[in-house]
Protein backbone atom coordinates (compact mmCIF):
# COMPACT_ATOMS: atom_id res chain seq x y z
CA UNK A 1 0.00 0.00 0.00
CA UNK A 2 0.96 4.11 -0.07
CA UNK A 3 2.04 4.24 -3.45
CA UNK A 4 2.61 7.61 -4.98
CA UNK A 5 2.95 8.26 -8.74
CA UNK A 6 4.65 11.13 -11.04
CA UNK A 7 4.43 11.85 -14.01
CA UNK A 8 6.09 12.18 -16.66
CA UNK A 9 9.65 10.76 -15.09
CA UNK A 10 11.63 12.64 -17.62
CA UNK A 11 10.78 15.93 -18.81
CA UNK A 12 12.80 18.35 -21.58
CA UNK A 13 11.52 21.17 -22.40
CA UNK A 14 12.15 24.76 -23.98
CA UNK A 15 13.33 27.78 -22.16
CA UNK A 16 10.36 30.12 -21.97
CA UNK A 17 7.59 26.83 -22.03
CA UNK A 18 5.42 25.44 -19.10
CA UNK A 19 6.02 22.05 -17.35
CA UNK A 20 3.36 20.41 -15.49
CA UNK A 21 3.59 17.58 -13.12
CA UNK A 22 1.14 15.52 -12.23
CA UNK A 23 1.17 13.56 -8.38
CA UNK A 24 -1.16 10.61 -7.60
CA UNK A 25 -1.67 8.87 -4.60
CA UNK A 26 -3.02 5.68 -6.09
CA UNK A 27 -4.11 3.57 -2.84
CA UNK A 28 -5.28 6.39 0.06
CA UNK A 29 -6.53 9.71 -0.39
CA UNK A 30 -4.26 12.52 0.19
CA UNK A 31 -6.01 16.16 1.88
CA UNK A 32 -1.97 17.11 1.89
CA UNK A 33 0.85 16.56 -0.56
CA UNK A 34 4.17 18.29 -0.50
CA UNK A 35 6.43 19.48 -3.52
CA UNK A 36 10.21 19.05 -3.32
CA UNK A 37 13.03 20.26 -5.52
CA UNK A 38 16.35 17.93 -4.82
CA UNK A 39 19.68 19.27 -6.50
CA UNK A 40 22.58 16.60 -7.04
CA UNK A 41 24.01 15.45 -4.26
CA UNK A 42 21.82 17.51 -1.92
CA UNK A 43 18.54 16.89 0.01
CA UNK A 44 15.16 17.35 -0.49
CA UNK A 45 13.80 21.03 -0.36
CA UNK A 46 10.33 21.71 0.30
CA UNK A 47 8.67 24.13 -1.79
CA UNK A 48 5.17 23.93 -0.96
CA UNK A 49 2.25 22.48 1.07
CA UNK A 50 -0.58 21.25 -1.09
CA UNK A 51 -4.12 21.34 0.29
CA UNK A 52 -6.82 19.55 -1.68
CA UNK A 53 -9.54 22.10 -2.08
CA UNK A 54 -7.14 25.52 -0.99
CA UNK A 55 -4.29 27.16 -1.62
CA UNK A 56 -1.09 26.10 -1.36
CA UNK A 57 1.60 27.10 1.17
CA UNK A 58 4.67 28.33 -0.51
CA UNK A 59 7.78 28.36 1.83
CA UNK A 60 9.92 31.64 2.46
CA UNK A 61 12.13 32.15 -1.24
CA UNK A 62 9.79 29.93 -3.67
CA UNK A 63 7.68 31.62 -5.98
CA UNK A 64 4.41 30.80 -6.05
CA UNK A 65 3.57 32.82 -9.65
CA UNK A 66 6.44 30.52 -11.05
CA UNK A 67 5.51 27.04 -9.77
CA UNK A 68 1.76 26.98 -9.45
CA UNK A 69 0.51 24.07 -7.45
CA UNK A 70 -3.21 22.91 -7.55
CA UNK A 71 -4.91 19.84 -5.78
CA UNK A 72 -7.84 19.57 -7.53
CA UNK A 73 -8.82 15.74 -5.76
CA UNK A 74 -7.68 13.61 -2.63
CA UNK A 75 -5.39 11.72 -4.78
CA UNK A 76 -4.06 14.44 -7.46
CA UNK A 77 -1.96 17.63 -6.99
CA UNK A 78 -0.03 19.30 -9.94
CA UNK A 79 2.80 21.38 -10.36
CA UNK A 80 2.79 23.81 -13.16
CA UNK A 81 6.64 25.37 -13.82
CA UNK A 82 5.87 28.04 -16.14
CA UNK A 83 8.09 30.16 -18.38
CA UNK A 84 10.99 27.43 -17.07
CA UNK A 85 14.80 28.69 -17.63
CA UNK A 86 17.52 26.74 -17.34
CA UNK A 87 18.38 27.35 -13.61
CA UNK A 88 14.85 25.54 -13.08
CA UNK A 89 16.30 22.36 -13.98
CA UNK A 90 15.96 19.76 -11.20
CA UNK A 91 14.62 16.83 -9.50
CA UNK A 92 10.63 17.57 -8.34
CA UNK A 93 9.94 14.71 -5.93
CA UNK A 94 6.04 15.40 -4.59
CA UNK A 95 4.72 13.15 -1.20
CA UNK A 96 1.43 12.38 -0.23
CA UNK A 97 1.08 12.33 3.47
CA UNK A 98 -1.12 9.35 4.64
CA UNK A 99 -2.89 10.98 7.76
CA UNK A 100 -4.34 7.65 9.39
CA UNK A 101 -2.07 5.56 12.09
CA UNK A 102 1.14 6.01 10.60
CA UNK A 103 1.01 9.78 9.63
CA UNK A 104 3.58 9.45 7.51
CA UNK A 105 4.28 11.35 3.88
CA UNK A 106 5.18 8.59 0.86
CA UNK A 107 7.19 9.95 -2.09
CA UNK A 108 6.52 9.48 -5.55
CA UNK A 109 9.37 8.06 -7.70
CA UNK A 110 10.26 11.72 -8.75
CA UNK A 111 10.45 13.96 -12.48
CA UNK A 112 13.70 15.17 -13.72
CA UNK A 113 13.31 18.21 -15.44
CA UNK A 114 15.81 19.66 -17.85
CA UNK A 115 15.67 22.80 -19.34
CA UNK A 116 16.83 23.87 -22.49
CA UNK B 1 14.31 26.18 13.52
CA UNK B 2 14.33 22.44 12.93
CA UNK B 3 17.95 21.28 12.78
CA UNK B 4 19.10 17.68 11.37
CA UNK B 5 22.26 16.82 10.85
CA UNK B 6 23.76 13.27 9.90
CA UNK B 7 27.02 11.72 9.90
CA UNK B 8 28.97 10.57 8.19
CA UNK B 9 28.52 12.02 4.79
CA UNK B 10 29.55 8.63 3.11
CA UNK B 11 29.97 5.34 4.84
CA UNK B 12 31.46 2.52 2.19
CA UNK B 13 31.37 -0.97 4.06
CA UNK B 14 32.05 -4.59 2.99
CA UNK B 15 29.26 -6.86 2.50
CA UNK B 16 28.64 -8.18 6.32
CA UNK B 17 30.65 -5.61 8.19
CA UNK B 18 27.87 -3.76 10.46
CA UNK B 19 27.75 -0.19 11.10
CA UNK B 20 25.47 2.98 12.20
CA UNK B 21 24.49 5.89 11.02
CA UNK B 22 23.77 9.13 13.03
CA UNK B 23 21.27 11.31 13.18
CA UNK B 24 21.00 14.41 15.56
CA UNK B 25 18.45 17.05 15.41
CA UNK B 26 17.02 19.72 17.77
CA UNK B 27 13.04 20.71 17.32
CA UNK B 28 10.56 22.64 19.14
CA UNK B 29 8.75 19.43 19.89
CA UNK B 30 9.11 16.27 18.53
CA UNK B 31 6.01 14.48 16.40
CA UNK B 32 8.27 11.87 14.89
CA UNK B 33 11.35 11.01 13.48
CA UNK B 34 11.60 9.47 9.83
CA UNK B 35 13.88 7.29 7.85
CA UNK B 36 13.85 7.29 4.17
CA UNK B 37 15.95 5.11 1.82
CA UNK B 38 16.87 7.11 -1.52
CA UNK B 39 18.28 5.17 -4.20
CA UNK B 40 20.02 7.43 -6.94
CA UNK B 41 17.40 8.96 -9.21
CA UNK B 42 14.65 7.45 -7.23
CA UNK B 43 12.37 9.20 -4.09
CA UNK B 44 12.30 8.45 -0.89
CA UNK B 45 11.34 5.18 -0.03
CA UNK B 46 9.99 5.40 3.50
CA UNK B 47 11.57 2.62 6.35
CA UNK B 48 10.63 3.91 9.91
CA UNK B 49 9.05 6.30 12.09
CA UNK B 50 10.04 6.64 16.07
CA UNK B 51 7.60 8.41 18.29
CA UNK B 52 9.55 8.90 21.51
CA UNK B 53 13.01 8.31 23.24
CA UNK B 54 13.69 4.49 23.80
CA UNK B 55 12.03 3.77 20.83
CA UNK B 56 13.18 1.06 18.39
CA UNK B 57 12.13 -0.34 15.37
CA UNK B 58 13.73 -3.33 13.11
CA UNK B 59 13.09 -4.42 9.32
CA UNK B 60 15.49 -6.70 7.83
CA UNK B 61 18.71 -6.06 8.49
CA UNK B 62 18.10 -2.04 9.45
CA UNK B 63 17.14 -1.50 12.82
CA UNK B 64 16.58 2.40 14.36
CA UNK B 65 16.47 3.48 17.67
CA UNK B 66 16.09 6.95 19.05
CA UNK B 67 17.13 9.40 22.27
CA UNK B 68 16.10 12.54 23.18
CA UNK B 69 19.07 14.13 20.70
CA UNK B 70 19.39 11.64 18.00
CA UNK B 71 18.48 8.73 16.06
CA UNK B 72 20.43 5.48 15.07
CA UNK B 73 20.24 3.85 11.85
CA UNK B 74 22.52 0.35 12.60
CA UNK B 75 23.06 -2.05 9.68
CA UNK B 76 23.86 -5.45 10.53
CA UNK B 77 25.37 -7.65 8.07
CA UNK B 78 25.23 -5.54 5.07
CA UNK B 79 24.60 -6.66 1.73
CA UNK B 80 25.34 -4.77 -1.69
CA UNK B 81 21.54 -4.17 -2.41
CA UNK B 82 21.43 -2.35 0.98
CA UNK B 83 23.55 0.89 -0.72
CA UNK B 84 21.74 4.03 -0.84
CA UNK B 85 21.11 7.40 0.52
CA UNK B 86 19.57 6.80 3.76
CA UNK B 87 18.14 10.32 5.00
CA UNK B 88 16.77 11.04 8.20
CA UNK B 89 13.87 13.87 8.91
CA UNK B 90 12.02 15.26 11.83
CA UNK B 91 8.40 16.74 11.97
CA UNK B 92 7.77 19.12 14.29
CA UNK B 93 4.15 19.11 16.25
CA UNK B 94 3.61 22.75 15.38
CA UNK B 95 4.27 22.00 11.64
CA UNK B 96 1.89 20.55 9.33
CA UNK B 97 3.47 17.76 9.21
CA UNK B 98 6.11 19.05 7.62
CA UNK B 99 9.63 17.49 7.20
CA UNK B 100 13.12 19.04 8.03
CA UNK B 101 15.85 16.42 6.35
CA UNK B 102 19.48 15.92 6.80
CA UNK B 103 21.72 15.60 4.00
CA UNK B 104 21.98 12.01 4.25
CA UNK B 105 24.47 9.19 4.40
CA UNK B 106 25.50 7.71 1.30
CA UNK B 107 26.48 3.91 2.24
CA UNK B 108 27.95 1.76 0.03
CA UNK B 109 28.51 -2.08 0.63
CA UNK B 110 30.91 -4.00 -1.59
CA UNK B 111 31.03 -7.64 -2.41
Known amino acids: GAVVSQHPSWVICKSGTSVKIECRSLDFQATTMFWYRQFPKQSLMLMATSNEGSKATYEQGVEKDKFLINHASLTLSTLTVTSAHPEDSSFYIC????????????FGPGTRLLVL | EDQVTQSPEALRLQEGESSSLNCSYTVSGLRGLFWYRQDPGKGPEFLFTLYSAGEEKEKERLKATLTKKESFLHITAPKPEDSATYLC????????????FGAGTTVTVRA
Open chain 1, 95 to 106: SAFEGGIQETQY
Open chain 2, 89 to 100: AVQAISNDYKLS
